[in-house]
């Protein structure tokens, strides 16, 4: 079974969506409050971005389960408490909550990939204590994760896991109705393994299932204005502020 966008109110306002990937993060840390500021300032309502579960349970704002990549520490970021995380230099600032997201931008939409399992309980509790089922929409690469969270959040928006996407969209080109998971928008890159995800044409199929059509991660503009031409809800994009100049010409 399906949900029209329509009837969410994640979904409510004009499209296309700007989606800011990790926040606007040019001069300042992925994931951070700063690159989150940097997004809402710019004029973006839609942040995507992921959580990952620290030792204590809490939800954490962070891509990766470790910590190399963003910072001069190594080993995991499940390995240490929330209190330690936000001591973690990451550039002038630590890791923060979800919690702490929600509270500090109480009028934008959050779009939340949950990274590993020992995020789920955090996440409920976040998103339930801020009062924010009606503004940020759930979902993981797996399917097992994406159903723990929304079985616990049943009005909470959602887009499809890639397997139960790959699923869906292996029968819309044998152009047979998928059965489907409760979802409201597909989130998918343009194209996988060579195959492309987004036309025209699929475009209307999914349009007709109900279902938003949000593109990742689209950087450059010429880019941005072929996938609106085809008619995409939304571009997820580490240039949010190009996004934006596109949206509104």
């Given at each position: 079974?399906?949900?029209r966008t329509?009837d969410?109110?994640f979904?409510a ?7 800011a ?8 840390p992925?994931?951070?409050?700063s ?7 710019a004029?973006v ?5 992921d959580?990952?579960?620290?030792k204590?349970g809490?939800a954490?704002?962070s891509?990766?389960?470790s ?9 995991r970021?499940?390995?240490?408490t929330?209190a ?9 600032e630590?890791?923060?909550s979800?919690?702490q997201?929600l ?7 959050f779009?939340?990939?949950v990274?590993d399992?020992a995020?789920?309980?955090g996440v ?7 009062g924010?089922v009606?503004r940020?929409?759930?979902t993981?690469?797996s ?5 723990a969270?929304?079985?616990r ?6 887009s ?6 790959l699923a869906?969209?292996?029968?819309i080109?044998m152009g047979?109705?998928?059965p489907?998971p409760?979802?409201?928008?597909l ?9 492309s995800?987004?036309?025209?044409q699929l475009?209307?199929?999914y349009?007709r299932l109900?279902l ?10 010429a ?19 190009i996004?934006l100049g596109?949206?509104?010409?």
């Open positions: 079974m399906t949900f329509t969410h109110p979904f306002g004009r499209t296309p969506r700007v989606f990937h990790r926040g606007l993060h040019r001069d300042v992925e994931n951070s409050a690159a989150f500021r940097a997004a809402v300032d004029g309502s839609f942040i995507e971005t959580v990952v579960g620290s204590d809490v954490i704002i891509h990766d389960t910590l190399d990549r963003v910072s001069n520490r190594s080993g970021v499940g390995r240490l929330a330690e995380l936000a001591e973690v230099d990451l550039g002038g630590g890791f923060i979800l919690a997201a509270e500090q931008f109480p009028d934008t939409r779009n939340i990939d990274k399992a995020a789920i309980n409920v509790s976040a998103v339930h204590d801020a924010a009606d940020v929409l759930l993981s690469f399917a097992v994760r994406r159903r969270v929304t079985r959040m049943p009005t909470v928006a959602s499809p896991s890639a397997t139960e996407f869906l969209a292996s029968a080109r047979l109705t998928p489907l409760r979802v409201h928008a989130q998918i890159p343009e194209k996988a393994n060579g195959v995800l987004v036309t025209e475009v209307d199929r349009h109900g938003e059509v949000h593109v990742w991660t689209v950087n450059d503009e880019t941005m204005r072929r996938l609106l031409s085809m008619g995409v809800d939304g571009i997820v994009t580490d240039r949010a502020d996004a596109v949206v509104d010409s």
